[in-house]
């Protein structure tokens, strides 16, 4: 594989821009949560960890794109990103009093000896999650410049087409596809549920599986009018208001394993009516278990699914239910077992660069990078 051509740095580039959330991590050290007085406070994030290291280690040019909240904790946020050299653009928001949003918060007791770490996450009311597009003039951030992505990568590993469209054409070279996969062997067709629906619903069943949130659509899906029945899987904070204003519907809330195959399973038509979602790994899940899909045509199941005859994508979402219920089972099957794990791991690999285009040691690595 040819190395990406990385370009010479200028005075007001940008040598990384991450893109995520920022958290503050609450550390007590060794000492457990229920005996811990005082703690320390960390900025973190994935995205973030990688412009801090590479600003402060390698002496790089980097900025975080990213959600702000105008309070004491967004200022300590700002400031001990500023103290790593990570410029941030930020699109702000601000804070009732009283509900948010919020800073996400992170608790992580490091453990000792054979007792384990201990982490867990509050990311109620998350700024972030609030970010939608347009909120970033992604135009002026890269007229400045960005020299490289993700460290000294010799490719962009991206999910989808569009994606990798829309990289290229921002001059990040011609990125690698690494779709995802999932479990072929545990989503999978299960004949013997394919007569009475083991609920007791009334075929056709349209099977909905995922968070219950506003910006998953799902009462596009809900006020369709459909013979059979609609089965909502998943939890979030719509579920109490949709199952009070669609008490015809079966919420059947989070499932997990063997559960949520046998429903994928035993459905007659899987519908994904999220217009914003960039994949949508579910519609994989659901037409392994051989179960067609009903999408709008949108980005995530055109990306994923295309024009392959295994869904139908409609502006009319009702006649793309109707049609999938006719589509077969089996070809539907044999498309999604182009993202088994197996599939997604070779892929992976086939993208990965010999070891000897690699730098391999930190001396190296500055010098690519200078």
Known sequence: MAAMKIQPKKADSLDLLALGAL?????????????????QIHVSGGEYNVAANLSACFGQKTAIASAMVDYPIGAKIESEAR??????????????????????????????????PVVFYNRA????????????????????????????????MVATRS?????????????????????????????????????????PVYLYVG??????NI???LDLELAGSKMIVGDGPRLEHLRKRHPEAHFAG???????????????CFVFPSRTDTFGLVLIEALAAGTPVAAYPVQGPLDV?????????????????????????????????????????????????????MPATPEKLAARLA
């Open 23 to 39: 958290v503050t991590r609450l550390d007590p050290g060794i000492i457990p949560f229920g005996f811990a007085d005082s703690y």
């Open 83 to 116: 103290k790593m050299g990570v410029k941030g653009i930020y699109k702000r928001f601000r804070h009732d009093g009283v509900s948010g949003p919020n800073m996400a918060q992170v608790w992580s007791d490091r453990g000792q000896g054979v007792r384990a």
């Open 125 to 156: 009311n998350e700024a972030a999650a609030l970010l939608k597009p347009g909120d970033f003039d992604w135009d002026d951030v890269f007229a400045r410049g960005l020299r490289w992505f993700h460290s000294g990568a010799t490719t962009i």
């Open 163 to 203: 994606l990798q469209a829309e990289l290229e054409g921002r001059g990040f070279g011609k990125p690698s596809i690494w779709s995802r996969g999932v479990d072929t062997e545990l989503y999978r067709p299960r004949p013997d549920l394919l007569g009475e629906h083991y609920l007791g619903l009334p075929r």
């Open 211 to 216: 968070r219950v949130a506003v910006e998953k």
């Open 219 to 221: 009462e596009a899906f």
């Open 254 to 268: 989070a499932m997990f394993g063997e559960d949520l195959a046998k429903a994928y399973a035993a459905a007659d």
């Open 305 to 357: 699914i295309g024009s392959a005859p295994v869904a139908v994508l409609d502006e009319d979402l009702k006649a793309a239910c109707v049609g999938a219920v006719n589509l077969s089972r089996v070809q539907a099957r044999d498309f999604a077992l182009g993202f088994s794990w197996d599939t997604c791991t070779r892929q992976f690999l086939s993208n990965l660069a010999l070891e000897e285009e």
